[in-house]
């Protein structure tokens, strides 16, 4: 009987785990189908032209290069 107690216990946890889990992986998935609005595309870039700008832009990209993923790198 406690065998079967312990193994009723094992399988509701793991069917927890798993429901959570699932639910985290379909959050990303989602995410991922996100679009920015059409509003965006009226928006200008207010550095654009000042080369001070575009040299500290360049130092942070290269500097978050060692943080993400390699398959997320694209330069």
């Known amino acids: 009987m406690a065998i079967m107690r312990k193994n009723i216990t094992i399988l509701i946890v793991f069917a927890l785990v798993f429901s959570v889990t699932s639910k985290l992986f379909a959050?990303?998935?989602?995410?991922?189908?996100w679009?920015?609005?059409?509003?965006?595309?009226?928006?200008?870039?207010?550095?654009?032209?000042?080369?001070s700008?575009?040299?500290?832009?360049?130092?942070?990209?290269?500097g978050m290069l060692c943080v993400m993923p390699r398959n997320e790198r694209r330069r």
Do not use: H, I, L, Y
């Open 53 to 62: 700008a575009t040299a500290q832009g360049k130092k942070m990209f290269r």
């Open 27 to 33: 959050q990303e998935a989602e995410w991922n189908k």
């Open 35 to 51: 679009v920015a609005p059409k509003s965006a595309n009226d928006m200008r870039n207010p550095f654009k032209g000042n080369p």
